[in-house]
């Protein structure tokens, strides 16, 4: 078992706590993403668990110990970084089984374990290589077959594709989402990039200034965000806010006004509050259409099968997503909409949903 719970977590650089108070349970084999952006505590977090950072106070366990004072060797962890940090005058085969060696583990079965992570990430033509003839995404492969190597309980991932292209981490991203489901580990991987985290997460714990903002599935993540920052984070495009009223049983923003579904929100009259739209949640209607929201095309962006619009609407930019963009112009009038059960609101003063 390699349960992780981390009970009243602080962590501070003198007087400043970075970290204040944390408590996450993570269950044995689940697949967690710390995301956030820059400086909000996820890689510190990590390393806390790895044993790199020391903990102010608080406690860390993994399957039932408690490890907050243990030696990162004694907590059965293995960490991929950001950087690949490989021997460059070793071979890739050297490179993977160092650590192993080190202990003294039989040389045959350091052979049949590199065997099996050499097969699972590819990497057997290549096992006589130096690290300087192999692209970035083969030598980060590497540096996750050294981590694999030790059978470890815990694999934690520090931000380890930010270096890459994009086509190498949606390549890369796949390989670790399928080594987790084989090994059948517990695994954290911190990253800022909410599309990796929503791909390959079974459960995102999002996190702002040193606390957990929210935590779900990827799912809950998305569809029910408990603040204006978490649905402003998650999402590309990014969410359209505007700000306004509840009136008569609709949210209403200027010249958009939508009618609020019976029980979807706990909001009264006259309540102030910031409306949110999903742009990939919205879909182009003819002028006229019942809620439809009318603007001015100020820019097309073409993604291929689709296209984001932005359209000027009171004087401020909306943008929305649709296969049916082909033949708009700069400036021509254009309708969309969005259907009520895809409509967030925050509360202005406290920016927390009225989801109810």
Not at 42 to 71: C, F, P, W, Y
Not at 174 to 189: A, D, G, Q, Y
């Amino acid at each position: 078992m390699a349960h992780i719970e981390c009970s009243g977590i602080v962590k501070s650089y003198g007087a400043h706590p970075v970290i204040d108070g944390l408590n996450l349970m993570i269950p044995d084999h689940e697949f967690v993403v710390f995301l956030g952006p820059s400086g909000c505590g996820k890689s510190t977090m990590l390393r806390m668990i790895a044993g790199l950072e020391e903990v102010t106070a608080g406690r860390i366990s993994i399957g039932g110990a408690d490890v907050t004072n243990r030696h990162p060797g004694q907590r059965g962890v293995a960490m991929v970084f950001q950087s690949y940090a490989l021997y460059p005058h070793m071979t890739v085969a050297d490179n993977i089984t160092f650590g192993l060696r080190r202990a003294g583990v039989p040389g045959p079965e350091i052979d049949r374990r590199l065997g099996e992570v050499a097969r699972m990430l590819g990497l057997e033509p290549m096992l006589n290589r130096k690290p300087k003839a192999m692209s970035g995404g083969q030598q980060q492969r590497v540096a996750m077959a050294r981590a694999m190597i030790k059978t470890p309980k815990v694999f934690l991932f520090d931000e380890p594709l930010s270096n890459l292209d994009a086509k190498l981490r949606e390549k890369l991203r796949t390989e670790i989402r399928k080594m987790h489901n084989s090994l059948k580990t517990t695994t954290i991987f911190v990253t800022h990039d909410q599309l990796e985290a929503m791909t390959i997460a079974d459960r995102i714990v999002l996190m702002r200034a040193g606390a957990i903002e929210q935590q779900g599935t990827p799912d809950e993540i998305f569809d029910r965000p408990a603040t204006r920052f978490v649905a402003d984070f998650i999402g590309s495009p990014s969410m359209n806010f505007r700000l306004g009223r509840i009136e008569r049983g609709a949210a209403v923003a200027g010249s958009v006004r939508i009618p609020l579904p019976p029980g979807r929100f706990a909001v009264a009259e006259g309540q102030e509050v910031e409306l949110g739209l999903r742009p990939t949640r919205m879909e182009r209607v003819s002028p006229g259409a019942e809620g439809a929201i009318t603007g001015r095309v100020s820019l097309i962006e073409n993604m291929g099968a689709e296209g984001q619009i932005i359209a000027e609407v009171d004087g401020a930019d909306m943008s929305f997503v649709t296969r049916d963009f082909r033949g708009l112009s700069i400036g021509d009038p254009v309708s969309f909409a969005l259907s009520p059960d895809h409509l967030h609101i925050f509360d202005r003063a406290t920016g927390r949903s009225c989801l109810a």
